[in-house]
């Protein structure tokens, strides 16, 4: 008997400090568990980036937040490609020295690892980037020129033919200190990863092209007692090497059905953290016959559960449990022939 695939969605928001998820790739491991219990995993570049670490993984889909919000809600179906040409936009505020450090990096991904990048273009302004922090402690921020953005990465889409864009913005280095040391000894929020993504998002929504960001940064003073989980941001001058891997086998934003495009309706089960929903992409999928999953041991600094919104989930108490949930989902099995006590069938109502 031939079955469709089993489609999964595994999304751990941005700049919201999970304990697993916030911080330097540290959900990776769960993507790359995830993908061998289902046909196709979709995710996002916060849960796949690892700085200079990455894993390719043939069966899952890189699909930045705000293109996974218009996935999720219908508007858009994703196209699975061979490779995808990629874009680089340097911010005309990175230095020169670390500036070279990064067009370093791309040169390398393209004679080590093969990638098929553009020439890199820079912005015409600096961007200045501001950063924020939300009362709940939600990282965000804004840049000051967005329209130099636009106009570059029209141009290298234009002229340059891009397929997917790698967006390198220069942050700033003066980080709240408390903050920071927090960070990178794996207790608070990641105070970048918000201002991160509305960079991304403001590039898909105007192109519907794949895009992703890594932030320009001076190395920070070194620190024998960084948390493993923070580790991957202490490697090197860059964080771009993931970005590039994951952008080039990123799937095409369609707005019409095509043949092997991926659409909402396909999705099987979402996984999410327990207290970090009532995002978009999460209230339209609870609007489709999509099995919720929520994961309790990872926690953050929200406090938005799918019981708050009135929304029907399983709450597993850690990955582990969720990926014996997609498992028995993708059987056929109910969990509740799993567990020691099932109960007796029983009449339906009048």
């Known amino acids: 008997m031939i079955h469709r695939p089993y489609t999964a969605v595994l999304i751990v928001p941005t700049g919201i400090g999970a304990a697993i998820g916030g911080y330097a790739g540290d959900a990776l491991p769960v993507a790359k568990a995830m993908a061998k219990v289902c046909d196709r995993l979709i995710t996002h570049p916060n849960v796949l980036n690892g700085a200079q670490l990455y ?8 699909v930045e937040g705000y293109g996974l919000d218009r996935f999720a809600q219908g508007q858009w179906g994703l196209k699975p490609v061979h490779h995808n040409r990629v874009g680089l936009i340097l911010d005309r505020g990175i230095e020169p020295e670390l500036r070279t450090r990064h067009i370093q990096a791309a040169d390398a991904t393209r004679a080590t690892l093969g990638l098929t990048l553009t020439d890199y273009m820079v912005t015409d302004t600096p961007l200045e980037v501001e950063l924020r922090t939300a009362d709940s402690g939600a ?24 397929e997917a864009l790698a967006v390198v ?5 003066e980080v709240d200190s408390l ?7 794996g207790q608070g929020v990641d105070p970048l990863a918000g201002a991160e993504a509305v960079i991304s998002h403001l590039i898909v929504r105007q192109f519907r092209i794949p895009c992703a960001h890594a932030p320009a940064l001076e190395p ?14 202490e490697l090197g001058y860059t964080f771009l ?15 019409q059905p095509q043949t092997n495009s991926i659409w909402a309706d396909e999705v099987d089960a979402l996984v999410i953290p327990q207290t970090g929903c009532g995002g978009s992409a999460m209230l339209s999928f609870s609007q489709r016959n999509t099995r919720i999953i929520t994961v309790r041991d990872n926690t953050t600094t929200l406090n938005v559960t799918p019981e708050d919104l009135g929304m029907e989930a399983i709450a597993v108490n850690s990955y582990l449990e ?3 949930v997609l498992v028995a989902h993708q059987a056929g099995i109910s969990i509740d022939a799993l567990r020691p006590v099932i109960s007796s069938f029983s009449q339906a109502c009048d």
């Open 241 to 255: 090497p993931c970005v590039l891997v994951g952008l080039s086998r990123a799937p095409q934003f369609v707005a």
């Open 169 to 173: 913005v220069r942050f700033p280095d």
């Open 179 to 185: 903050v920071l040391d927090n960070y990178r000894h």
């Open 55 to 62: 894993w390719p993984l043939e069966n899952t889909f890189y």
């Open 139 to 162: 990282s965000w921020g804004t840049i000051s020129h967005p329209d130099s953005l636009l106009r570059a990465a029209d141009k290298l889409i234009t002229k340059g033919k891009a």
């Open 220 to 233: 920070l003073p070194i620190d024998d007692t960084i948390s493993p989980r923070a580790a991957a941001e």
């Open 322 to 324: 969720a990926l014996g």
